[in-house]
T-cell receptor, first 114, second 114 residues
């Protein structure tokens, strides 16, 4: 069965600090996709990244970076030099091989204080 | 591109009445649409998957007679909450995918049943 664990329920940082959001997943499939979504207070989910199980390269997009490690079944997300606008709930999600179904973690609420 | 809209954005209805929520892909044809439910401060739970012209596939524990899903065209899916009760109050989010691409999420509909 597939499962996504985001152990950090809430994180609070001061602006310009770096912050890492953890995501650990479980799946029996060898082919799967991992996602990160941002949900600001408005409620609409914003897609951040999709990564397939065969691509372990880390990715950087501006202040965002992702570290995918199959050995530890983790797909962590780091925000560098955080800003107040980064305040949101961040969800990690997983879909297995031939399915489009997304299984979401419980989310991590990030608060960036000025 | 890949914009998904939902209507209404919020609705208040009386217990026992039915309410319909629309989900539209505005600039693409969605092969599949998904309906999620999110309770306050909780994760998204998949309710059902719908493909145009066929019956929706409901997740375990979701009452198909209570949550009627119609996917009439490649750009429109509707969720009708029948005989709503206060416990149905929640944030309902739809998403749409094209060609098994990532899911694009709508802004959500907040339902309050009084």
């Amino acid at each position: 069965a597939q499962k996504v664990t985001q152990a950090q329920t809430e994180i609070s940082v001061v602006e310009k600090e770096d912050v890492t959001l953890d995501c650990v997943y479980e799946t029996r499939d060898t082919t799967y996709y991992l996602f990160w979504y941002k949900q600001p207070p408005s409620g609409e989910l914003v897609f951040l990244i999709r990564r397939n199980s065969f691509d372990e390269q880390n990715e950087i997009s501006g202040r965002y970076s992702w570290n995918f490690q199959k050995s530890t079944s983790s797909f962590n997300f780091t925000i560098t030099a955080s800003q107040v606008v980064d305040s949101a709930v961040y969800f990690c999600a997983l879909s297995e091989g031939g399915s489009e179904k997304l299984v979401f973690g419980k989310g991590t609420k990030l608060t960036v204080n000025p | 591109g890949a914009v998904v809209s939902q209507h209404p954005s919020w609705v208040i209805c009386k217990s026992g009445t039915s309410v319909k929520i629309e989900c539209r892909s505005l600039d693409f044809q969605a092969t599949t649409m998904f309906w999620y439910r999110q309770f306050p401060k909780q994760s998204l739970m998949l309710m059902a998957t719908s493909n145009e012209g066929s019956k929706a596939t409901y997740e375990q524990g979701v009452e198909k007679d209570k949550f009627l899903i119609n996917h009439a065209s490649l750009t429109l899916s509707t969720l009708t909450v029948t005989s709503a009760h206060p416990e149905d109050s929640s944030f309902y989010i739809c998403s749409a995918s094209r060609d098994r691409d990532k899911q694009y999420f709508g802004p959500g509909t907040r339902l309050t049943v009084t």
